[in-house]
């Protein structure tokens, strides 16, 4: 890589001024007339050496190897930047390794094959997916896909709710409709699920017991409606977190938390903290020792545990399970359940900031400035479903991903919708197409643009130098997205870069900039242009996969 080449050089030269220990730090400059890479290694040296900056630059620029360093010229700007202009082949020397390495291309070992376990989505069973959900689904499924990348060992799992007073809800709401369903004159309690989902399940519950239920109101009834409610719409959504292109590798139920004693083995190893107190007939953590706003209730006056209290108990499991590092991608409407959470896990000697949490915002559709809702099957929101099968999933996926998660989402219905240039996603994907579509024309298969013999320093024109410095930024970029457990940087380079191709692609027209062109006459050059394609073909599709999106390569607009 160039980079790594500069900073050798860099490495020796400050070593002939004494500096052998020095890890310079090289960029890019936003202004590319500034060069290729800068550094301020000579102003972050200056107290060290006991000279002014510059008068270190101007020593280093002396000194450094050139060739070695890959650079054509070295510049030294204001109080002591150094910035430098690489050679072409320096610059073009990546696309070999890119074309190489292909699928590989901008994966790493960072991660050392360490354990994380990324948790999200986690909805309750108690009715279909919503929007927020599938912006949750699209975040944790890239940024699971980023630290494999990275070389994380990665466990995707989702944690079902089945447990507690939503559930109750959920079955009271199937037997008021089933009841109605069976001729009876009765209504939703007020704080029941009203979507016309729950007639579903009732369809169902009446379908297997018959009339066998009309007036029971025994706990059995109950677990009947609860048990059906579960079932189906887990059963929902599995098939819709499936056609989302979202798998997990477990499904970890609150309710085994109950069953194997878990919650009641927190209980007992929270009270031997000392910091468990009773309060009004009430059990309480002294959470506030770890931060916490105000002490928690873990048990209620009736015995029964408060929402932090599993939550605790199911994280611990992670940690016992080996999972050093947990991620959790949720709604913003959990961060207050954040400090809680921390707070009971440090009282039982997990470290401070265990699990992470991402959370995202909420979205809202809209067309012409106005919330769109497609269904009432839900109730009051509109589904995943809905939204997908309106737009796609690739476009649903790309713009759940596209923005930090902690911005409100304003998924703009009639940019979704636009197939053209517009809508970036297809921008990207239109990029990659023109990629193939070279190859077509050339009648010359990509795979044997390899790179291997050909002169690649004859791409010198500055849209060639400015693609290929993008094309070699792809590895940095999926490394930043992934520490920082951010997609939304990762399409922001996928736009950019997908903005180089274009410029680059459609100032070779050959009626309009013929020496621009990729089938020039010129045998040599015609050889580097094809495996400069074929090196952006490779990187637009593999940060595409990484965020979960196909990169066909060829692509039709509909006939609308």
Known sequence: ???????????????????????????????????????????????????????????LAQTLDRAAAGVTSVDVAGPGFLNFRLSTGSVAQVLAEICGAGEAYGRSADGAGRKVVVEWVSANPTGPLHLGHGRQAALGDAISTLLEWCGWQVHREYYYNDSGKQMDRLASSVRARYRQLLGEDVDVPEDGYLGEYVVDVAEAVK???????????????????????????????????????????????????????????????????????????????????????????MLRSDGTATYFLPDVAYHMTKWERGYETAINVQGSDHHGTVARVRAGLRALGLPEGYPEYVLHQMVRVERDGDEVKFSKRAGSYTTLRDLFDEVGVDVTRYFFQMRKPEGHLVFDLDMALDESDKNPVYKIKYAHARMHSIFGKAGVEMA??????????VLDHDLERELIKQLADFPGWVEKAAEARAPHLLCDYLEQTSGAVNSWYHAGNPSQNPELSVLVDDEGLRAARLVLAHATAVVLSNGLRVLGIDAPARMQRSAD
């Not at 979202?246 to 903290?273: C, I, K, N, P």
């Not at 468990?276 to 020792?289: I, K």
């Not at 044997?448 to 320093?457: H, I, M, N, P, R």
């Open 448 to 457: 044997d643009a390899t790179g291997e013999g050909v002169d690649l320093s």
């Open 1 to 59: 890589m160039s980079e790594e080449r500069l900073r050798g050089a860099l490495r020796d030269a400050l070593a002939a001024l004494g500096v052998d220990d020095a890890d310079p730090h090289v960029e890019r400059p936003r202004d590319p007339d500034h060069g290729d890479f800068a550094t301020n290694v000579a102003m972050t040296l200056a107290g060290r050496l006991g000279q002014p900056p510059r008068a270190i630059a101007e020593q």
């Open 207 to 297: 379908a297997e017991y018959g009339e066998r239920f009309r007036r029971d109101d025994s706990g059995e009834a109950l677990d009947a409606m609860r048990r059906a409610g579960v079932a189906m719409l887990r059963a929902e959504q599995d098939r819709d977190l499936n056609d989302f292109g979202v798998v997990f590798d477990e499904y970890f139920l609150e309710s085994s938390l109950y069953e194997s004693g878990e919650v009641d083995r927190t209980v007992a190893r929270l009270r031997e903290t000392g910091l468990v107190y009773e309060h009004e007939g009430a059990t309480w953590l002294r959470t506030t020792d770890f931060g916490d706003d105000k002490d928690r209730v």
